[in-house]
Each structure stands twice: as structure tokens, then as C-alpha cells.
């Protein structure tokens, strides 16, 4: 099946500095991935809409400029989170469709999810 | 855009009993409806999923109902178990190409044996 590869899982920053995510479909091309953020028993909220080729669309009150999206490929998507603070600890997880099968509503595929923490 | 809201926020059951988890939606043009199972830590695990052409669909014990008049879908789980504990959330999506899933909140679901 569709798998989405997501890293780091984990990992542990000093306020100020900027942090990468990679998310990869490893077995699809997907124009179009997701990111979302989850904070502790809370839901998944969408924060943008990563397209390949052109600009991010970010949900409102989602800062773009400290949440750099770039979709570079058909299977890869990243994502910066800049001079992070430690509000922005969180559990960040993109999510792509396999936009191959020729379906708007093939089931969404996850990655694994990172847990960032900000010190 | 779309607005999930989703009840009950917790659910203890006991083993064998079932669970039903029910949420509505706002955009009549969302057509796809689906049902994730997240355990802490770990990465939401799609569980059954429903389109808007059709009102009911049934995995083993698992089945989901959707009213397209009222704008709500349930999830029904039957004969539960302790390993369905987990938090359960719905989604909803309209059907145009690169768009989303809006999420509910979700609900905490714990299975006592």
C-alpha cells in the first residue's frame, strides 16, 4: 500500500533555531501533500497545503513565513518551522494522497508524524 | 470552509458493549467521510471510510451511517474490545481536487474488560 515516509520522528531544539521536516511518498507521486499540527489530546489541525511546483497554502492564522513549505518534487514536501519558539512544541504530521489513482477522495495517507520540542 | 464538530468528546464502555461516535459537518459539498484511529504517539490509522453516494457501510464490527439531509455521520463499533481503545477521529472532505480533510476533535474512546 501507499506509504509516507516522514522525518525526523523526534527531535529537540534550542528557541531560535529552525527545524526541516522531511514527508516523502515513497510508492506515489502526489502533487499536493499536507501538513497538519496536533498539539497534546487535541485534534489535527490543518496548517497548509503543500503544492509541487508552486506556493504553499496556508489555513489562516498559520504564519508562512515561520512555516516554510517546500513541495520541490512529486515526492517530496518540507517543512521549516524558523526561529522556533517553544509554543510550537507539537506534533507535526503531513499527509498526501496518491493522486495517481485518479480519485479526489483516495484515502489520505500519513507519515509517521515528528515530535517537535523546543527548549 | 468546512466544520466538523464531533460528540462524544470521551466514551468508557465495557468489553463487549458498543460505541457509537457521532459527527456533523457544514459544507453540503463534502462527499468523502472518513473514520481515524490515533494511539498515542503513532500517526492516525485510517479504519472505514464512506462516500456521499452511499448511507451505510459495514467492516466486521465496524459500520458507519451517513445522512447527507442532516449533514451527520456516526461511527458504530460493536462487541468491543480493549485494544479499541483510542482516540477516534471523523473527517470530512469536499470533493475538489487538492483539498483537505477537515478533522473533529475527536473522541477518547476506553474499553474496560
Known amino acids: 500500500g501507499a506509504v509516507v515516509s516522514q522525518h525526523p520522528s523526534r527531535v529537540i531544539c534550542k528557541s531560535g533555531t529552525s527545524v526541516k521536516i522531511e514527508c516523502r511518498s515513497l510508492d506515489f507521486q502526489a502533487t499536493t501533500m499536507f501538513w497538519y499540527r496536533q498539539f497534546p489530546k487535541q485534534s489535527l489541525m490543518l496548517m497548509a497545503t503543500?503544492?509541487?511546483?508552486?506556493?504553499?497554502?496556508?489555513e489562516q492564522g498559520v504564519e508562512k513565513d515561520k512555516f516554510l513549505i517546500n513541495h520541490a518534487s512529486l515526492t517530496l514536501s518540507t517543512l521549516t518551522v524558523t526561529s522556533a519558539h517553544p509554543e510550537d512544541s507539537s506534533f507535526y504530521i503531513c499527509?498526501?494522497?496518491?493522486?495517481?489513482?485518479?480519485?479526489?477522495?483516495?484515502?489520505?495517507?500519513f507519515g509517521n508524524g515528528t515530535r517537535l520540542t523546543v527548549t | 470552509g468546512e466544520n466538523v464538530e464531533q460528540h462524544p468528546s470521551t466514551l468508557s464502555v465495557q468489553e463487549g458493549d458498543s460505541a457509537v461516535i457521532k459527527c456533523t459537518y457544514s459544507d453540503s459539498a463534502s462527499n468523502y467521510f472518513p473514520w481515524y484511529k490515533q494511539e498515542l504517539g503513532k500517526r492516525p490509522q485510517l479504519i472505514i471510510d464512506i462516500r456521499s453516494n452511499v448511507g451505510e457501510k459495514k467492516d466486521q464490527r465496524i459500520a458507519v451511517t451517513l445522512n447527507k439531509t442532516a449533514k451527520h455521520f456516526s461511527l458504530h463499533i460493536t462487541e468491543t474490545q480493549p485494544e479499541d481503545s483510542a482516540v477516534y477521529f471523523c473527517a470530512a472532505k469536499v470533493n475538489q481536487a487538492g483539498t483537505a480533510l477537515i478533522f473533529g476533535k475527536g473522541t477518547t474512546l476506553s474499553v474496560s474488560s
Open positions: 503543500s503544492n509541487e511546483g508552486s506556493k504553499a497554502t496556508y
Open positions: 499527509s498526501a494522497r496518491d493522486g495517481g489513482r485518479g480519485q479526489n477522495n483516495s484515502p489520505l495517507h
